[in-house]
């Protein structure tokens, strides 16, 4: 992929810097070859670059605009359809350029599957890299139906590579009881609910590196109907902000992020796109300093 100019398709509010001059860089992982219920999470990153147009650029939460920050859109990753491995190689290297370049990583999928070769990525330059997790599943399965490589797979994948002890995963509500099982032994794992466990939680991570993932299902399909696998009960979308928020004010040191699983094909009110181009804009305005 080229850096030496802004993509030139459409892009998310703002992000027309130059490569070498930003703080951050937003990507595109298009891909949703693994998924286990409904397709069209590839289609999330284009959608939520397209009606980013309809923000502000000011935040009254953080009292910033989006011109402080300098933040590069490269567009989506060329993945190879359907080859499963070569896409998640091709996002590894996407995001290991990035970050020898000394820039934070910002991005959007596709199913949550993508996030595994950026914590790889992560985690090569990051030894003491700490996840957390936002999402309504557990995603710690082993194998889906015998694939290695799939969407419910991801946490545990970065589990055993970061060991479970640098792991916390919150707003779970779904998933095999064997999963629930093991996390209780090997992991970090708060059911229901997100900004309260984070409060316990980050005071002791200190200035270790995180990198925050955020599966856009974690909010209830009242406030995002347009992803592949909705579950009932989960948080709103104010408390989501508010996590982000408290992150920003107390100290988390977020090297990373992305948000995962849009599908606009299931939301034609166009609710679960622009609450996530809002999330995008808090978490540019929270974390790229």
């Given at each position: 992929?080229?850096?030496?100019?802004?993509?030139?398709?459409?892009?998310?509010?703002?992000?027309?810097?130059?490569?070498?001059?930003?703080?951050?860089?937003?990507?595109?992982?298009?891909?949703?070859?693994?998924?286990?219920?409904?397709?069209?999470?590839?289609?999330?990153?284009?959608?939520?670059?397209?009606?980013?147009?309809?923000?502000?650029?000011?935040?009254?939460?953080?009292?910033?605009?989006?011109?402080?920050?300098?933040?590069?859109d490269a567009g989506d990753i060329p993945l190879p359809f359907g080859n499963v491995e070569g896409s998640l190689q091709a996002i590894r290297e996407f995001v290991a350029k990035v970050l020898a370049d000394n820039k934070i990583p910002v991005g959007m999928g596709g199913e949550h599957l993508v996030t595994w070769p950026v914590i790889q990525a992560m985690h090569d330059k990051y030894e003491d890299l700490v996840i957390f997790h936002f999402d309504a599943h557990t995603d710690l399965r082993d194998n889906y139906e015998g694939y290695e490589y799939s969407h419910s797979t991801p946490?545990?994948?970065?589990?055993?590579?970061?060991?479970?002890?640098?792991?916390?995963?919150?707003?779970?509500?779904?998933?095999?009881?064997?999963?629930?099982?093991?996390?209780?032994?090997?992991m970090h794992l708060y059911k229901y609910d997100v900004l309260e466990p984070v409060k316990q939680v980050l005071p002791t991570i200190g200035n270790r590196p995180?990198?925050?993932?955020?599966?856009?299902?974690?909010?209830?399909?009242?406030?995002?109907?347009?992803?592949?696998?909705?579950?009932?009960?989960?948080?709103?979308?104010?408390?989501?902000?508010?996590?982000?928020?408290?992150?920003?004010?107390?100290?988390?040191?977020v090297v990373g992020f992305d948000l995962v699983e849009v599908a606009p094909v299931y939301d034609h009110s166009e609710m679960t796109q622009i609450v996530a181009s809002k999330i995008f804009r808090e978490m540019i305005l929270s974390f790229v300093k």
């Open positions: 992929m080229r850096f030496d100019e802004a993509y030139s398709g459409n892009v998310f509010i703002r992000s027309h810097q130059n490569y070498e001059e930003s703080q951050a860089v937003i990507y595109g992982m298009p891909m949703d070859w693994t998924v286990s219920f409904r397709p069209g999470s590839r289609f999330g990153p284009s959608r939520i670059r397209e009606v980013s147009i309809g923000l502000e650029e000011y935040s009254p939460y953080l009292d910033r605009l989006l011109e402080e920050v300098k933040y590069f946490i545990k994948k970065a589990c055993n590579l970061l060991g479970g002890k640098n792991v916390y995963s919150f707003g779970i509500r779904s998933g095999m009881k064997e999963e629930f099982d093991w996390a209780k032994e090997n995180i990198y925050l993932t955020i599966d856009i299902d974690v909010l209830d399909p009242s406030a995002a109907p347009g992803t592949g696998t909705t579950e009932a009960g989960g948080i709103t979308s104010r408390e989501l902000l508010d996590t982000i928020h408290f992150m920003a004010n107390n100290g988390a040191n």
